[in-house]
């Protein structure tokens, strides 16, 4: 397993911008499959954007595409999250997922071994 380490969660305003990170101190991420995943209150973890450079799989939720993107700097193993355009819809806690690429990589909570620890984001007028 990964060890992963979140961080960049906070509070904002409706339309304004977060950038979450996501290191992989000692692994190159860049061989995995990444996930983006949000759980909020009451609600199931869902999927919000994975992405595998190896691969060529990517996938977006109907409810971030054209606002959120992934990002990599392999030089500090890390993965980010820019979030941008956020609604109060978007408030959850975030996490990032790995797992090395498969045949039918997807993006669902069950097809990921290794989790970060989560950060909240909050967005609220």
């Known amino acids: 397993q990964v060890q992963l380490v979140e961080s960049g969660g906070g509070s904002v305003q409706p339309g304004g911008s977060l950038r979450l990170s996501c290191a992989a101190p000692g692994f190159t991420l860049d061989f995995y499959v990444i996930g983006w995943f949000r759980q909020a209150p009451g609600k199931e973890r869902e999927g919000v954007l994975c992405s595998s450079s190896s691969s060529g799989f990517t996938y977006y939720a109907d409810s971030v595409k054209g606002r959120f993107t992934i990002s990599r700097d392999n030089t500090k193993n890390t993965v980010y999250l820019q979030m941008n355009s956020l609604k109060p819809e978007d408030t959850a806690v975030y996490y990032c997922?790995?797992?090395?690429?498969?045949?039918?990589?997807?993006?669902?909570?069950?097809?990921?071994?290794?989790w970060g620890q989560g950060t909240q984001v909050t967005v609220s007028s």
């Open positions: 997922a790995a797992e090395p690429p498969t045949m039918h990589n997807m993006c669902v909570p069950a097809a990921f071994g290794s």
